[in-house]
């Protein structure tokens, strides 16, 4: 009687290896999109922001100085600043809103009311090219008492300067130009990876780096696939 062959069990295959280093492949490419496709900064503005004062110090107005009438004993502030929205979260007026101590020594009279202004042009870094701020300054303004805040402004803090659309663009002639403009980027945004154009998105470099990336993790795929079929 002829004895069986037991067959023997086909070889095994090493396990595929390759899924590991495409994943690792893919998170370094991650890393390095990541922090270009967040580098773009918001867009900030030069302007007069517009306050009101009173006893818990100063809230952001919400009417232009034009649709505003203050009453006697109100206290108007204002300050340049680069900012990316208007708000509360613009900076405040440096100088606390404190009409007795503007107002103090300005005698009411019939007709008129008095109204305390603080004008603060903000620091250097808020300051246009090749302009200097000038220092904090308060003013207390006797005027008609239907007059509104772009009056009562004028009467303390001429010349002003408006745009075609009404827009305050300076106070007592500073800033010298411009009105509410966009703040132009930084000179080192493109050297820092925008590139030409400087819209501070990823470069072509890092799309070729990624490229070669995700090249390299296909091929080490295909000869992994290779090998097993051998």
Known sequence: MTGRTTPSPPPRRPPLRSAPLLLALLAGCAALLG????SSAAAEYRYWSFWKGGADGWSY???????NVPADGAVDGWRFVLSQDGGQ????P??????????????PADGRKRVAVVLDSGSAADAPKGEQPPAVRSACASVPSA???AEV??????PLRYDSGAML????????????EQAA?????????????GDGGPSVGLFAGVGAVLLLGAGAVWQARRRRTR
């Open 169 to 180: 663009c300076a106070i007592s002639g500073y800033p010298r130009a411009g009105c509410g």
């Open 89 to 92: 979260d613009t900076p405040r």
């Open 153 to 158: 402004l004028a009467a303390v803090a001429a």
């Open 61 to 67: 107005q919400q009417v232009g100085p034009a649709g």
């Open 147 to 149: 007059a509104n805040s």
């Open 185 to 197: 980027a930084g000179a080192d945004s493109a050297a820092a990876g925008g590139g030409p154009g």
């Open 94 to 107: 440096s100088a606390a809103p404190d009409f007795a101590a503007i107002c103090g020594g300005t005698a």
């Open 35 to 38: 922090p270009a496709a967040g």
